[in-house]
């Protein structure tokens, strides 16, 4: 009788190459990735920079920072975490905003006259910084408040405007004080590209806190009109839309759904009610075994039976 080796064995067997069937593989998953990504894949949409804004509606640009002298923009009134402007949003009687505090402080004026600061070698400018710095906050505001007036008037005179402030070479004569001089450099360090990274944490190119250059540009129109055009807007389903036609965020739809009905639609706490209410939502999902009513739904409306239908056959046959 042979005497049998530990390999040995009855089946039949044959050579594997696990090398070539690894390649193979590798193969064809790299180009179903590359296929599907190319086909499916988000856009790669380019950034929305100060150097564009300023390029693409620099009238925009002017009216945003006379707004921020004069404390008058979204973000000098957002209330915290920024500054004390307002108490921000509410959840009934609840301050959810205020009780969060002003962890992050930025003073609307800074975002202007900090990049204009840095700027050496123009003595207008020198001299223009100088009298604003000199003059008390009420004349300050008086100039501001007075100078982004008249920019709202050229606007409204200029139909053909784009962008949210008028052209400043047609705003009337009055007393604005170092204002228009402050705005105008302020466009031209923009058109530059200095703002991309006078505004960070770091005071440079590499900083990495954004914060303070995202409230400026949120503070024109351009933004907002680039997301409109996107239908990435609040109004527009935009928290789960992706721009073109490529999908979106689905799972998002319900928080989302929100912001398109009254009262949330028409609130100005529409993030803090939807916030509740998605709270809500999710202990009412989490308490369903021990709220009375909703516990029963299955029994009344016994869609699982449908779902696991071959399994209560077989339990009823058994």
């Known amino acids: 009788m042979a005497r049998r080796t530990p390999d040995s064995h009855d089946f039949p067997t044959r050579s594997y190459d696990l090398v070539k069937e690894f390649a193979v593989a590798l193969a064809v998953v790299l180009v179903l990735s590359i296929g599907l990504a190319a086909i499916f894949s988000s856009p790669d949409e380019k950034p929305v920079t100060m150097l564009g804004w ?3 509606a620099p009238d925009d640009v002017v009216a945003t920072a ?3 002298l004069a404390g008058t923009t979204t973000s000098a009134g957002y209330g915290p975490p920024y500054n004390s402007a ?3 949003q509410k959840l009934g009687p609840l301050p959810l905003q205020k009780l969060g505090g002003v962890r992050l402080p930025v003073d609307s004026a800074s975002l202007v006259l900090d990049p204009l600061s840095g700027i050496a070698n123009n003595p207008n400018l020198t001299a223009a910084l100088q009298e604003w710095n000199a003059a008390a906050p009420d004349q300050r505001t008086k100039w501001a408040t007075d100078y982004s007036d008249a920019i709202g008037t050229a606007a409204a005179d200029d139909q053909p405007a784009t962008g949210a402030g008028g052209d400043p070479a047609k705003v009337a004569p009055g007393e604005y004080g170092p204002v228009p001089t402050l705005a105008s450099a302020f466009l031209g360090v923009a058109q530059t590209g200095g703002l991309e990274g006078a505004l960070t944490s770091s005071g440079n190119f590499y900083g990495g806190d954004a914060t303070r250059s995202l409230l400026l540009l949120s ?3 351009y933004l907002e009109d680039q997301a409109r055009a996107k239908h990435l807007a609040g109004d527009q389903w935009g928290m789960m839309n992706e721009v073109g036609n490529a999908p979106g965020q689905p799972w998002m739809w319900l928080y989302t759904f929100w912001y398109q009905v009254p009262p949330f639609s028409t609130s ?3 993030d803090a009610l939807v916030w509740g209410t ?5 202990l009412l999902l989490l308490f369903v075994p021990f709220i009375p009513g909703l516990r029963s739904i299955p029994r009344w409306i016994p869609i699982h ?3 696991w239908r071959n399994y209560y056959r077989r ?3 058994s």
């Open 54 to 56: 300023a390029q693409a």
């Open 66 to 68: 006379v707004g921020e």
């Open 86 to 88: 307002s108490e921000g």
């Open 219 to 221: 503070d024109g129109a």
């Open 268 to 270: 100005g706490n529409a």
């Open 278 to 282: 998605m709270m809500l939502l999710t």
């Open 305 to 307: 039976r449908l779902v």
């Open 315 to 317: 339990i009823k046959t």
